[in-house]
Structure formats: structure tokens, C-alpha cells
């Protein structure tokens, strides 16, 4: 047991942990801020497994990319000092049920497929050439999939904008609602005073 | 270093299942829309290990495990966004995140 | 199949007009209805009269005794190769008889309906009703195979059921036809379990096949339904018994009688047709068209004996006290038809000894002229005074002279005085009693002279009695309603003289039979005796027969209510067979039979309404079914499809 595999359950153990934690803890904020340890802790076991790389983009694009975002829609939907509920007794005791059985039927799984490792060649990620390979038009270059990609980037961006933009109607509907409430009242009025 | 015999592939496997699982539990269990999410990214990241860990142990000569992450957490933030903007449509409809108030698409 | 085949058009001919008029006649034939009824019955009457003379003149007779004809016969329903349901026509004594008096009487009601029931707004009605009616009669004296009789048996019920209650709007009427359709029916219980029984093991349900297993003592069949046994009686006496049973039901004998009295809520013609001259004779015309089976047994015959000549004995009792005409005449025709009945119970088959039938059939032949006749003369009485109660009447023969002539005809021959009708049919029954069973002539005997009491103070109290309160402005009746009167007096002084013996006998052979004066001397004598006390009670209206009620005190008003016999039929029904009976079974007709069916659609909505459930637009339900349905999906692929 060197201390290579110590890091390794030391790392696994951490972000299990905190991911227990976002998922069941009853503050909201709390939570995401698991999550975003969580995240971390996912990026340290990449740096373990020696792709340093993908740590890196883990650590731009989820912890300061996403869980920032999320951050702020909790801050815009609703208080985010106030506890929340938790579920019922009932769903809590199936979802564990069922996260416990599919759990245990997948390291089944696992166990009893008997991975081989190949002997011999070792791993070695250079950015260089993850770039190269990443732009690259021959086999297993990925090109394609970068370009599409981008297009799929605009196409949320565009989206993100045209749902949560507040529509014209909407406004104006407000307004109108609130015409019609008034006249109604001044008519209500002045059948009481008739009467 | 030599790191590859010391611990096996399996258990990384093992720890990116209980990930996925704990996320799992997550989306079943959370009322709130974005803890949902919050959820769900934890799947995904799970996914992430997962073909990183198969591409270093069963194909150290290639690099498409790591594409895929790569592409997987783009996916994931472009995904990311456009949940966000619906969640917060649906807090202009409904007032409220709870994903229990939003069953309109029922029999 | 021979020459006889036309005689399918005498029950077809009323058949028609029942449909015509049934389903036209409320708006065709308003007012024509009744030609068009009386027309379909007179050439019915004319074609069963020539039908008779062909065969008791021409050529009926086969080596001396009449023969049994099939003309017509018709597979219905054949259920194996012997047991099948026909539809056919027997030509045979009795029912070439029963032609006869059913067409012409009904003949002589549809005459007399003309003017009685005239403006009645269900006019057509009416006759359609008649003619359905006249149909079913002549189908079951026509019928070749029990199971037709059945048929026809049914059919008669239900006419009558809806004669009965013509008169729908009155609640007593309504009743009283229900009562009759439910007596009647209840009774045709046990003629469908003897008929059951006896076509289990005769093999057959064709009367003359039927007949022929049964009667032959060495034939298996026979040995087969008398071997096996029921609580302590052979099969072959329940069977017959049940028949009876059934017939009795119709006839009104005790105790299946208390139809009878309350069917005279009909319009009279009704009356005069169905419960005097041809519907209350189904039962004895059942009973002599099984004879020779009948009289395999003797204790069948016997219980037909006893029955017979009690109802006979109640029924006079009862009439004596009767206030209603109409009452009174329906108590005499049970107690006429109990005379039919233990004629027949007294009777063998062959020879000399086959007098009770000859004598039954005399009577059943003859009691339909002046019974039916009384009737009609009481219908033309009720339309003159309006009211059917002998206290509104009195003093009539001076309004009514043809009626009263009528009425007095009707009345002796009735009594047994001679030469009228039913003086020789009754001498024949007396004598075939006497020489069987000498308490059933001591009944008998005692019976007539009631009868003529009963009759003769009926008559004296329409027509004597005191002044009548009517005036001469008031009509007699048409000239439609007169005419039948005419003719049925007529019959009923001629009939008697028809050699009746030569005709119609058990075996087919002619009979000797001659009036013996010193025989007769014992029931004339007590009849103009009876008559004599009728009439210085009733001629005069006097204190007597007020007084006579007072001294026999708590028996005459038990007589008068009829033995309470109706209260005792109603307690049990109301108080023992609807609560302990009728109320269980409706229970579980409504809980248990409807609430299966209840509880398997409500476990349909049930489960329709949990599967509904599953659609709950909750996301997170939705995931948890997807993740059971990849798990489900990855076990297959894994462990079950490799």
C-alpha cells in the first residue's frame, strides 16, 4: 500500500462524501457549495490518474462555469437562507432502495466482467497533442465533433436568452390585468352606492 | 511512477458507480428544481470518470476517452445554461421551484 | 295428409282476426271491428260444423269405433329422433266435440258483444282479444303432442289474463287478473314437471306414441315408470297427479280456485265464454285426453275423484250464499266442472265401464249451452240495472221477457229437469257414480239438489222477488245481444236429445245407454223439491231467508266469505312466502348477483384509476420508472437473452 493508492481512496472518500452531503443537506446554498467541493475533489482524481488537461477544463468550465451559474439562479428563484424541505419518509426509503439495488447490481457487474488491463504501454496525455488530435481531419481526429459542438454552444446560448427573456404580451398583460381589476372595483362601488 | 498495478481498474469503477448512484438519489428524492440539477451534474461527472478510467487502464495508446470528457463537459455546461433559463421561466409561471407544483402534464 | 287438412282453418280464421284487428283495428276499424270478429268466427263455426258431420256421419267410424286421425303434423323442435315438439292437428272424438262448443259459443260472445260492449272505446280491442283467445282454445283441443298443449295452454292463460283486466283503469280488475295469471300459472308448474316426467319415460312427447308405451303393461316403458318410485308413490301416479295438478289450476278446483270468482271482474261476455264454457274445461279436456293413462292408475283417478266431488260439494255451498250474480254463477261452474271431474275419476276405459267418460263429456258438451247462456242472459241483466248486486235487481221478468225466458230455460236445465240438456248428462254422471263409489253418489246427489237451490234462488231474486225500480224506458238490449240468447235456449232444449253415447266413448265404440225411471226419480224428486223451498223463500220478498243467515249464525258467515279462503291464500303469501322467501332471494339477487358484477367493475375503475396514476406528471415518478425499466432491461440482456 504505497501512498499513491492512500491518495487515491484519501481523494475517492472526499468526493463521495461531499456528494452525499450536496444531495441530502437541507440548505440550499450548502448545498451547491458541496457540490462545488465535489467537483474539486473530481478534478484532484484526475490530476491523480494523470490527465491533467481534463482536471484543468473540470475545474474552469464546472466549478467556475456551472456551480457560479447555479449560484446565481439560486440567488434569483428564491432565498437562499431558508431551509427546505426534505421528501417524504416514503420516497426517501424507495429511492434508496432502488439506488441500493442498482448499485450493488452494477459492481456486480463489474466484479464479474474481469477487466484486463494490457501490459506494457504507458499513459501519456500532452496537451500538444490533444490539440493536435482534437483538430486534426484524419482518423480519430475530431474535428467534427468540435465544430458541432460550437454550433450546439450558440444554439444554448440563444435559447437560454429566448426562454427566460420576459415576452412583450407579458408585460402588457400585466399591465392590463391590473386596469381590469381597478375598473372592476370602481363598477362594484357604485352598484353598492346605488343600492 | 508506476501506479497502474496498485490500484485497479475495478475500483475506480466502483467509486464512479457510487457516484452516479448518490446522484441518483439526488433526482429522486430532491424537491427543489436546481438542487435536481445539481444532481444530475454529479451523474455526469460520474460518466466523465468512467471513461477516463478506461481509457488510461484498457487503451493507453489513445485518446478518445479523454475527447469524450472533453465534449461531455462542454455538453454539460451548454445543458447547464438551458435548464437554468427554464427554471427560471417556470419561477415566473409558478412562483415557485418546487417540482412537485409543476404537474400539469399529467392524465 | 287427408282430407281433413282444412280443418287448420278454424283455429287460423280467429288467428287472423286477432292480428288484424291487434294490429289495425284502433285505427282502421273503430266500429267495424266486431262484424269483422263475429265474421271470422262464423265461417270458423260453419267449417267445424261440417267438420263434425264428415266425421260422426261419414267416415269417421272404423270397425265400428271412432278413430284417432292425425291430419296435419309438423317437426317444431326435434331434440333427439323419438323426443321432439310437434305442431299438428288430431282428429278424434273429443277434440271434433270441443270444435264445436268452442267455435260456436265464442260465435254466440262476439254476437252478443256487438251490442254489449257497443261504444267501448277499446272496441277492437276487445276482439282482437276474443279472437286471440278463440285461437288458443281451438290450438289446444287440436293439439298432437303435449308439449302443444303446453304451448296453447299458455297461450290461453294469457288471454284470458288479458280479458280478465280489460278494464285496466279499475284496480280490482287489475288484481283480479293477476290473481288468475298467477294461480294458473303456478299450477302449470306441475303440468310441466308431468309432462317432463312422463315424456322422460315414455321416450315420447306425442300423445298417441305416449299413450301406446303407457298403456300396454308389458311394454318397457310402462314397467320402467311404474317400478320407480318417489315417496312411496309410483312415477307414473306423480306424473299423473302433477297433470292434474295443472288442469285443476285451470278448472279451478279446490285449491287452485280462488281465481275464479274474483275473474268475473271481466266484462261479462268474457265471462260467459272463457270461465263458463271453454277455458275452466281445458283441465277436464287434459284429463280426458290422457285418459287411458289415467287410468293405468287408480290412484290418480282416485285423487281426480275426490277433488273432484269436493269442489264440487264447496262450490254449491258457497253459491248459496252469494250476492253477486256473477258470483254466483262462477261458484256454480266450479262446482259443474267438479261434476265433470269425478265423472271422469269414476270411469274405466273400456266398455261399460267407460260410462263416466261418455258422461263427463255429455256434461262438458251441455253445460257449455246453458252455462253460457246464464251468462250472457246475467250480462244483459248487469246492462239493464247497472249494478251486478241481486238486492238492485227484481221484478224484471216484465222489463226482459225474452231474458227471463232464457234465464228460466238456462236455470232448469242447470237444475236436471227434464227433458232439458242437462238432465241426461247429469242422469249419466249419477248413474256412472252410482254404480263406482256410493259416497261419491251420496255426494252427488246432494250437490244437484244445492244446485237447484242455489239457481233457482238466483232466478227468483232477478225476476220475482219485489217491484222493480226500472222503468219501461229502459231497453232491453239490441237486437244483437237478443238473438244469441234465442239460439242458445234453443240448443239448450235440443242438445239433450243428441245421442251423445254413439259418439263420443272412451274407446271410440258406441255405448248403450237408457234412461232408467226409478234412477232418475231419486235426484228429479229432489230437485222440484229444492225448487219448491227456493221459491217460497225468494218469490216473495219475506223475512225467511234472513232469518234462516241469523239461525246458522257464524257458519253462514263463514260460507259466505267463502271458507276465507282468499285471507288465507294472502297471509301466506304476505306473511310467510315474501318475507321468508321473496325477501332472501331478493337480497341476494341485489347483493350478492349484482354486487359481483358491482365489485368487478369497481376493481376495473380501481385498477383503471391506479394505472391513470402512474401518469402524475412528477418528473422524479418518471425517472424512477425509467431506471426500473434500463434495470429490467439490463437483467434480461444479461442473465435471460444471452
Not at chain 1, 175 to 181: A, I
Not at chain 3, 348 to 357: D, N, R, T
Given at each position: 500500500?504505497?501512498a499513491?493508492?492512500?491518495?487515491?481512496?484519501?481523494?475517492s472518500?472526499?468526493?463521495?462524501?461531499?456528494?452525499?452531503?450536496?444531495?441530502?443537506?437541507?440548505?440550499?446554498?450548502?448545498?451547491?457549495?458541496?457540490?462545488?467541493?465535489?467537483?474539486?475533489?473530481?478534478?484532484?482524481?484526475?490530476?491523480?490518474?494523470?490527465?491533467?488537461?481534463?482536471?484543468?477544463?473540470?475545474?474552469?468550465?464546472?466549478?467556475?462555469?456551472?456551480?457560479?451559474?447555479?449560484?446565481?439562479?439560486?440567488f434569483?428563484?428564491?432565498?437562499?437562507?431558508k431551509?427546505?424541505?426534505?421528501?417524504?419518509?416514503?420516497?426517501?426509503?424507495?429511492?434508496?432502495l432502488?439506488?441500493?439495488?442498482?448499485?450493488?447490481?452494477?459492481?456486480?457487474?463489474?466484479?464479474?466482467?474481469g477487466?484486463?488491463?494490457?501490459?506494457?504501454?504507458?499513459?501519456?496525455v500532452?496537451?500538444?497533442?490533444?490539440?493536435?488530435?482534437?483538430?486534426?481531419?484524419?482518423?480519430?481526429?475530431?474535428?467534427?465533433?468540435?465544430?458541432?459542438?460550437?454550433m450546439?454552444?450558440?444554439g444554448?446560448?440563444?435559447?437560454?436568452?429566448?426562454?427566460?427573456m420576459?415576452?412583450?404580451?407579458?408585460?402588457?398583460?400585466?399591465?392590463?390585468?391590473?386596469?381590469?381589476?381597478?375598473?372592476?372595483?370602481?363598477?362594484?362601488?357604485?352598484?353598492?352606492n346605488?343600492? | 511512477?508506476?501506479?497502474?498495478?496498485?490500484?485497479?481498474?475495478a475500483?475506480?469503477?466502483?467509486?464512479?458507480t457510487?457516484?452516479f448512484?448518490?446522484?441518483?438519489?439526488?433526482?429522486?428524492?430532491?424537491?427543489?428544481?436546481?438542487?435536481?440539477?445539481?444532481?444530475?451534474?454529479l451523474?455526469?461527472?460520474?460518466?466523465?470518470?468512467?471513461?477516463?478510467?478506461?481509457?488510461?487502464y484498457?487503451y493507453?495508446?489513445?485518446?478518445?476517452?479523454?475527447?469524450?470528457?472533453?465534449?461531455?463537459?462542454?455538453?454539460?455546461?451548454?445543458?447547464?445554461?438551458?435548464?437554468?433559463?427554464?427554471i427560471?421561466?417556470?419561477?415566473?409561471?409558478?412562483?415557485?421551484?418546487?417540482?412537485?407544483?409543476?404537474?400539469?402534464?399529467?392524465? | 295428409?287427408?282430407?281433413?287438412?282444412?280443418?287448420?282453418?278454424?283455429?287460423?280464421?280467429?288467428?287472423a282476426?286477432?292480428?288484424?284487428?291487434?294490429l289495425?283495428?284502433?285505427?282502421?276499424?273503430?266500429?267495424?271491428?266486431?262484424?269483422i270478429?263475429?265474421?271470422?268466427?262464423?265461417?270458423?263455426?260453419?267449417i267445424?260444423?261440417?267438420?263434425?258431420?264428415?266425421?260422426?256421419?261419414?267416415?269417421?267410424?272404423?270397425?265400428?269405433?271412432?278413430?284417432?286421425?292425425?291430419?296435419?303434423?309438423?317437426?317444431?323442435?326435434a331434440?333427439?329422433?323419438?323426443v321432439s315438439?310437434?305442431?299438428?292437428?288430431?282428429?278424434?272424438?273429443?277434440?271434433?266435440?270441443?270444435l264445436?262448443?268452442?267455435?260456436?259459443?265464442?260465435?254466440m260472445?262476439?254476437?252478443?258483444?256487438?251490442?254489449?260492449?257497443?261504444?267501448?272505446?277499446?272496441?277492437?280491442?276487445?276482439?282482437?282479444?276474443l279472437?286471440?283467445?278463440?285461437?288458443?282454445?281451438?290450438?289446444?283441443?287440436?293439439?298432437?303432442?303435449?308439449?302443444?298443449?303446453?304451448?296453447?295452454?299458455?297461450?290461453?292463460?294469457?288471454?284470458?289474463?288479458?280479458?280478465?283486466?280489460?278494464?285496466?283503469?279499475?284496480?280490482?280488475?287489475?288484481?283480479?287478473?293477476?290473481?288468475?295469471?298467477?294461480?294458473?300459472?303456478?299450477?302449470?308448474?306441475?303440468?310441466?314437471i308431468?309432462?317432463?316426467i312422463?315424456?322422460?319415460?315414455?321416450?315420447?312427447?306425442?300423445?298417441?306414441?305416449?299413450?301406446?308405451?303407457?298403456?300396454?303393461?308389458?311394454?318397457?316403458?310402462?314397467?320402467?315408470?311404474t317400478?320407480?318410485?318417489f315417496?312411496?308413490?309410483?312415477?307414473?301416479?306423480?306424473?299423473?297427479?302433477?297433470?292434474?295438478i295443472?288442469?285443476?289450476?285451470?278448472?279451478?278446483?279446490?285449491?287452485?280456485?280462488i281465481?275464479?270468482?274474483?275473474?268475473?271482474e271481466?266484462?261479462?261476455?268474457?265471462?260467459?265464454?272463457?270461465?263458463?264454457?271453454?277455458?275452466?274445461?281445458?283441465?277436464?279436456?287434459?284429463?280426458?285426453?290422457?285418459?287411458?293413462?289415467?287410468?293405468?292408475?287408480?290412484?290418480?283417478?282416485?285423487?281426480?275423484?275426490?277433488?273432484?266431488?269436493?269442489?264440487?260439494?264447496?262450490?254449491?255451498?258457497?253459491?248459496?250464499?252469494q250476492?253477486?250474480?256473477?258470483?254466483?254463477?262462477?261458484?256454480?261452474?266450479?262446482?259443474?266442472?267438479?261434476?265433470m271431474?269425478?265423472?271422469?275419476?269414476?270411469?274405466?276405459?273400456?266398455?261399460?265401464q267407460?260410462?263416466?267418460?261418455?258422461a263427463?263429456?255429455?256434461?262438458?258438451?251441455?253445460?257449455?249451452?246453458?252455462?253460457?247462456?246464464?251468462?250472457?242472459?246475467?250480462?244483459?241483466?248487469?246492462?239493464?240495472?247497472?249494478?251486478?248486486?241481486?238486492?238492485?235487481?227484481?221484478?224484471?221478468?216484465?222489463?226482459?221477457?225474452?231474458?227471463?225466458?232464457?234465464f228460466?230455460?238456462?236455470?232448469?236445465?242447470?237444475?236436471?229437469v227434464?227433458?232439458?240438456?242437462g238432465?241426461?248428462?247429469?242422469?249419466?254422471?249419477?248413474?256412472?257414480?252410482?254404480?263406482?263409489?256410493?259416497?261419491?253418489?251420496?255426494?252427488?246427489?246432494?250437490?244437484?239438489?244445492?244446485?237447484?237451490?242455489?239457481?233457482?234462488?238466483?232466478y227468483?231474486?232477478?225476476?220475482?222477488?219485489?217491484?222493480?225500480?226500472?222503468?219501461?224506458?229502459?231497453?232491453?238490449?239490441?237486437?244483437?245481444?237478443?238473438?244469441?240468447l234465442?239460439?242458445?235456449?234453443?240448443?239448450?232444449?235440443?242438445?239433450?236429445?243428441?245421442p251423445?253415447?254413439?259418439?263420443?266413448?272412451?274407446?271410440?265404440?258406441?255405448?248403450?245407454?237408457?234412461?232408467?225411471?226409478?234412477?232418475?226419480?231419486a235426484?228429479?224428486?229432489?230437485?222440484?223439491?229444492?225448487?219448491?223451498?227456493?221459491a217460497?223463500?225468494?218469490k216473495?220478498?219475506?223475512?225467511?231467508?234472513?232469518?234462516?243467515?241469523?239461525?246458522?249464525?257464524?257458519?253462514?258467515?263463514?260460507?259466505?266469505r267463502?271458507?276465507?279462503?282468499?285471507?288465507?291464500?294472502?297471509?301466506?303469501?304476505?306473511?310467510?312466502?315474501?318475507?321468508?322467501?321473496?325477501?332472501?332471494?331478493?337480497?341476494?339477487?341485489?347483493?350478492?348477483?349484482?354486487g359481483?358484477?358491482?365489485?368487478?367493475?369497481?376493481?376495473?375503475?380501481?385498477?383503471?384509476?391506479?394505472?391513470?396514476?402512474?401518469?402524475?406528471?412528477?418528473?422524479?415518478?418518471?425517472?424512477?420508472?425509467f431506471?426500473?425499466?434500463?434495470?429490467?432491461?439490463?437483467?434480461?440482456?444479461?442473465?435471460?437473452?444471452?
Amino acid at each position: 500500500m504505497n501512498a499513491h493508492a492512500i491518495i487515491f481512496y484519501l481523494i475517492s472518500a472526499f468526493l463521495l462524501g461531499t456528494g452525499i452531503l450536496s444531495v441530502t443537506t437541507k440548505k440550499i446554498f450548502r448545498s451547491a457549495i458541496w457540490l462545488l467541493f465535489s467537483l474539486v475533489g473530481i478534478a484532484s482524481l484526475y490530476f491523480w490518474m494523470e490527465v491533467e488537461f481534463v482536471a484543468a477544463v473540470q475545474i474552469i468550465v464546472y466549478v467556475g462555469g456551472i456551480v457560479i451559474l447555479i449560484i446565481f439562479s439560486i440567488f434569483l428563484t428564491q432565498q437562499s437562507g431558508k431551509e427546505m424541505p426534505g421528501p417524504g419518509l416514503l420516497r426517501t426509503v424507495f429511492s434508496l432502495l432502488a439506488v441500493l439495488f442498482g448499485a450493488g447490481f452494477c459492481c456486480m457487474l463489474i466484479n464479474e466482467y474481469g477487466f484486463t488491463q494490457l501490459p506494457g504501454t504507458q499513459f501519456s496525455v500532452a496537451v500538444a497533442d490533444i490539440g493536435t488530435q482534437m483538430l486534426s481531419t484524419a482518423d480519430h481526429g475530431f474535428v467534427l465533433p468540435f465544430e458541432v459542438v460550437s454550433m450546439l454552444l450558440l444554439g444554448a446560448m440563444i435559447g437560454c436568452i429566448v426562454i427566460a427573456m420576459k415576452s412583450k404580451e407579458a408585460k402588457n398583460k400585466g399591465v392590463l390585468e391590473n386596469e381590469q381589476e381597478a375598473v372592476g372595483t370602481v363598477i362594484s362601488s357604485q352598484q353598492n352606492n346605488r343600492l | 511512477m508506476n501506479s497502474l498495478s496498485e490500484i485497479p481498474l475495478a475500483h475506480i469503477l466502483f467509486v464512479s458507480t457510487a457516484l452516479f448512484f448518490i446522484g441518483m438519489y439526488g433526482l429522486f428524492t430532491r424537491k427543489n428544481l436546481v438542487t435536481l440539477l445539481m444532481a444530475i451534474e454529479l451523474m455526469l461527472n460520474s460518466v466523465n470518470i468512467n471513461f477516463v478510467a478506461f481509457n488510461k487502464y484498457l487503451y493507453p495508446g489513445k485518446l478518445d476517452g479523454i475527447f469524450f470528457s472533453l465534449f461531455i463537459i462542454t455538453i454539460a455546461a451548454a445543458e447547464a445554461a438551458v435548464a437554468i433559463a427554464i427554471i427560471i421561466n417556470l419561477y415566473r409561471s409558478h412562483q415557485s421551484i418546487d417540482v412537485d407544483d409543476a404537474t400539469e402534464m399529467k392524465y | 295428409m287427408s282430407d281433413y287438412a282444412y280443418i287448420v282453418l278454424i283455429p287460423l280464421l280467429p288467428l287472423a282476426s286477432f292480428l288484424l284487428l291487434g294490429l289495425f283495428g284502433r285505427k282502421y276499424f273503430t266500429k267495424s271491428a266486431g262484424i269483422i270478429g263475429t265474421l271470422a268466427l262464423l265461417a270458423s263455426t260453419a267449417i267445424a260444423l261440417m267438420a263434425a258431420r264428415q266425421y260422426f256421419f261419414i267416415d269417421g267410424k272404423v270397425a265400428g269405433a271412432y278413430h284417432q286421425i292425425i291430419a296435419f303434423k309438423y317437426t317444431w323442435l326435434a331434440f333427439s329422433p323419438g323426443v321432439s315438439i310437434d305442431m299438428g292437428i288430431v282428429i278424434d272424438p273429443i277434440s271434433v266435440m270441443m270444435l264445436v262448443v268452442v267455435s260456436f259459443v265464442s260465435l254466440m260472445v262476439h254476437m252478443f258483444s256487438l251490442g254489449y260492449m257497443k261504444g267501448e272505446e277499446r272496441f277492437a280491442t276487445y276482439y282482437a282479444y276474443l279472437g286471440l283467445f278463440t285461437f288458443s282454445m281451438l290450438g289446444l283441443v287440436l293439439s298432437v303432442n303435449i308439449f302443444q298443449v303446453y304451448l296453447f295452454w299458455e297461450l290461453v292463460g294469457v288471454s284470458s289474463f288479458l280479458l280478465i283486466g280489460y278494464y285496466y283503469e279499475k284496480p280490482t280488475a287489475v288484481a283480479a287478473s293477476k290473481k288468475a295469471f298467477i294461480v294458473t300459472r303456478f299450477a302449470d308448474l306441475g303440468f310441466l314437471i308431468g309432462i317432463l316426467i312422463l315424456g322422460f319415460y315414455s321416450g315420447t312427447l306425442d300423445i298417441s306414441t305416449l299413450i301406446h308405451k303407457l298403456t300396454a303393461v308389458q311394454s318397457p316403458e310402462y314397467i320402467a315408470i311404474t317400478t320407480a318410485g318417489f315417496l312411496g308413490a309410483s312415477a307414473l301416479t306423480w306424473a299423473l297427479v302433477l297433470v292434474f295438478i295443472g288442469g285443476a289450476g285451470k278448472s279451478a278446483m279446490f285449491p287452485l280456485h280462488i281465481w275464479l270468482p274474483d275473474a268475473m271482474e271481466g266484462p261479462t261476455p268474457v265471462s260467459a265464454l272463457i270461465h263458463a264454457a271453454t277455458m275452466v274445461v281445458a283441465g277436464v279436456y287434459l284429463v280426458a285426453r290422457l285418459f287411458p293413462v289415467f287410468s293405468m292408475d287408480a290412484t290418480a283417478l282416485q285423487v281426480v275423484t275426490y277433488i273432484g266431488a269436493f269442489s264440487a260439494l264447496l262450490a254449491a255451498i258457497i253459491a248459496c250464499t252469494q250476492t253477486d250474480i256473477k258470483r254466483v254463477l262462477a261458484f256454480s261452474t266450479m262446482s259443474q266442472i267438479g261434476y265433470m271431474m269425478f265423472a271422469l275419476g269414476v270411469s274405466k276405459q273400456v266398455g261399460e265401464q267407460g260410462l263416466g267418460y261418455m258422461a263427463s263429456m255429455f256434461h262438458l258438451f251441455t253445460h257449455a249451452f246453458f252455462k253460457s247462456l246464464l251468462f250472457l242472459c246475467a250480462g244483459a241483466v248487469i246492462h239493464l240495472v247497472h249494478s251486478n248486486e241481486i238486492k238492485d235487481m227484481g221484478g224484471l221478468r216484465k222489463l226482459m221477457p225474452i231474458t227471463h225466458i232464457a234465464f228460466l230455460i238456462a236455470c232448469l236445465a242447470i237444475a236436471g229437469v227434464p227433458p232439458f240438456a242437462g238432465f241426461f248428462s247429469k242422469e249419466e254422471i249419477l248413474l256412472a257414480a252410482f254404480n263406482a263409489n256410493k259416497l261419491i253418489y251420496g255426494v252427488a246427489l246432494f250437490t244437484a239438489a244445492l244446485t237447484a237451490f242455489y239457481m233457482f234462488r238466483l232466478y227468483f231474486s232477478i225476476f220475482w222477488s219485489k217491484e222493480s225500480a226500472h222503468h219501461e224506458t229502459h231497453h232491453e238490449g239490441t237486437v244483437s245481444m237478443k238473438i244469441p240468447l234465442i239460439i242458445l235456449a234453443v240448443c239448450t232444449i235440443g242438445v239433450g236429445f243428441i245421442p251423445f253415447a254413439k259418439l263420443v266413448t272412451a274407446d271410440g265404440a258406441a255405448l248403450e245407454t237408457h234412461i232408467d225411471i226409478l234412477f232418475s226419480l231419486a235426484p228429479v224428486g229432489l230437485t222440484l223439491i229444492a225448487i219448491l223451498i227456493a221459491a217460497r223463500l225468494y218469490k216473495q220478498q219475506n223475512e225467511g231467508p234472513q232469518k234462516i243467515a241469523d239461525a246458522l249464525g257464524v257458519f253462514y258467515r263463514v260460507v259466505s266469505r267463502k271458507f276465507y279462503m282468499d285471507e288465507l291464500y294472502l297471509f301466506i303469501t304476505k306473511k310467510i312466502i315474501f318475507p321468508l322467501i321473496g325477501k332472501p332471494i331478493a337480497w341476494i339477487d341485489r347483493n350478492i348477483v349484482d354486487g359481483c358484477m358491482n365489485a368487478l367493475a369497481a376493481i376495473t375503475v380501481k385498477i383503471s384509476g391506479w394505472i391513470k396514476g402512474m401518469q402524475s406528471g412528477k418528473v422524479q415518478g418518471y425517472a424512477l420508472y425509467f431506471f426500473g425499466g434500463v434495470t429490467l432491461l439490463a437483467i434480461l440482456f444479461i442473465y435471460v437473452w444471452k
